[in-house]
């Protein structure tokens, strides 16, 4: 089993559409997490760190529930400009961070 | 300011030849970190530095796998032997502290033969 499991899509939604991705980790004592974004062919890059009061930036929030050891990010009003590989990476153990498959978004015109 | 960088961009070696890649981190980051991503998937754990002391090398997949920092700032990551299955792209990481953002270089596109 992988540390951490992400859907990995794809999501093809309108402009304009909310959509949602859920990661779950395994390891409960997992101490930091984040998303980040991939475009095709370029380097991961962090989009936001998630802490368990839950946080927005923006067009996008992120929750933590540790209780059920999943991560999501929501996404409102979807631009063209969001279609990216959305990773969840979760931190544990030392400085070791796992990265989830990644959930593919693509918003359509 | 200058991000992380990593030469070469893409590089093609035949089964059995050794290749090196470099990373230069952001100046003054103290950790570095290294990853391997197949097509597909997420990038998987290397190993990670903080100055010139490795102290995590536990994602190596196997002894032909060598990394090293000798002066805390340029690392290479050489790998032996190479065989089909390492081909992906190797990912170099950056940060101030363990604990703090990760800043990847562009990677390099490694295309074994």
């Known amino acids: 089993r992988k540390e951490v499991e992400q859907d990995p899509g794809p999501f093809n939604v309108p402009e304009g559409a909310t959509v949602a991705f859920n990661c779950t980790y395994s390891n409960s004592a997992s101490q930091s997490f984040f998303w980040y974004r991939q475009d095709c062919r370029k380097e991961p890059k962090l989009l936001m760190s998630?802490?368990?009061s839950g946080n927005e930036d923006g067009r996008f929030t992120a929750q933590l529930n540790r209780a059920s050891q999943y991560i999501s990010l929501l996404i409102r009003d979807s631009k063209l400009s969001d279609s990216a590989t959305y990773l969840c990476?979760?931190?544990?153990?030392?400085?070791?961070?796992?990265f989830g498959t990644g959930t593919s978004l693509t918003v359509i015109p | 300011g200058a991000g992380v960088s990593q030469s070469p961009r893409y590089k093609v070696a035949k089964r059995g030849q050794d290749v090196a890649l470099r990373c230069d981190p952001i100046s003054g980051h103290v950790s570095l970190f290294w990853y391997q991503q197949a097509l597909g998937q997420g990038p998987e754990f290397l190993t990670y530095f903080q100055n010139e002391a490795q102290l995590d090398k536990s994602g190596l997949p196997s002894d032909r796998f060598f990394a090293e920092r000798p002066e805390g700032s340029v690392s290479t990551l050489k790998i032996q032997r190479t065989q089909q299955e390492d081909s992906a792209v190797y990912l170099c990481?950056?940060?101030?502290?363990?604990?703090?953002?990760?800043?990847f270089g562009p990677g390099t596109r490694l295309t074994v033969l």
């Open positions: 998630v802490y368990s």
């Open positions: 990481a950056s940060s101030l502290g363990g604990d703090d953002t990760q800043y």
């Open positions: 990476v979760v931190k544990f153990g030392g400085n070791q961070f796992y």
